[in-house]
């Protein structure tokens, strides 16, 4: 099945302690990108990436970091969480660029104490 | 980036047909328009995209007159699990580079 995951699904964790959220896709799209969703706000993106080694800041990259070393995996990294980044996390890809359909992950709901 | 403007939120009644309005003045040449829904808590579902006149497909038809100022999604004979966010994208990739910016959405309430 032609998916986009994301792991963890849930996490609650503590102000300073590095994480990372995965995601692969098995669709060899090209283009992947993060984004958060706040209330309110809509959905940001965060990251984005054209294709392997190939990233670039979206609309709100402050406090994070992201590696496309293959093309399946695209991994968000928050180095030293902060409870401003409590929210809603969606990975997402397409084909080839951002004007092709978008497909979604199911999300990671995040919680920094 | 194509700044988009759309109604925050909409209600409607089940069997009624739905159209959400997107106005896009600065849309330039080589834009598309795009719509994505989203149901809470799940990541947004592409819906339909077009470049002018009309577009349709099984779930909904997209208008789009001829200045391309601004964009019609109509839902047919709309049901209780239409009711989601409805955004409007437009113009990726001029301007803005690669990035995609979804704005805030227009929230739809279907009732019995």
């Known amino acids: 099945e032609a998916q986009v995951t994301q792991n963890p699904r849930y996490l609650i964790t503590v102000t300073g302690k590095k994480l990372t959220v995965t995601c692969s896709q098995n669709?060899?799209?090209?283009?992947m990108s993060w984004y958060r969703q706040d209330p309110g706000l809509g959905l940001r993106q965060i990251y984005y990436s054209m294709n392997v080694e190939v990233t670039d800041k979206g609309d709100v990259p402050e406090g994070y970091k992201v590696s496309r070393k293959e093309k399946r995996n695209f991994p968000l990294i928050l180095e030293s969480p902060s409870p401003n980044q409590t929210s809603l996390y969606f990975c997402?890809?397409?084909?080839?660029?951002?004007?092709?359909?978008?497909?979604f992950g199911p999300g990671t709901r995040l919680t920094v104490l | 980036l194509a700044k988009t403007t759309q109604p925050i939120s909409m209600d409607s009644y089940e069997g009624q047909e739905v159209n959400i309005t997107c106005s896009h003045n600065?849309?330039?040449?080589?834009?598309?328009i795009t719509w994505y829904q989203q149901f809470p808590s799940q990541g947004p579902r592409f819906i339909i995209q077009g470049y002018k006149t009309k577009v349709t497909n099984e779930v909904a038809s997209l208008f789009i007159p001829a200045d391309r100022k601004s964009s019609t999604l109509s839902l047919p004979r709309v049901s209780l699990s239409d009711t989601a966010v409805y955004y409007c994208l437009v113009g990726v990739l001029t301007g803005g580079g690669n990035k995609l910016t979804f704005g805030t959405g227009t929230q739809l309430k279907v009732e019995l």
């Open positions: 997402a890809s397409s084909l080839l660029d951002p004007n092709n359909e978008q497909f």
């Open positions: 669709m060899n799209h090209e283009y």
């Open positions: 600065n849309i330039a040449t080589n834009d598309y």
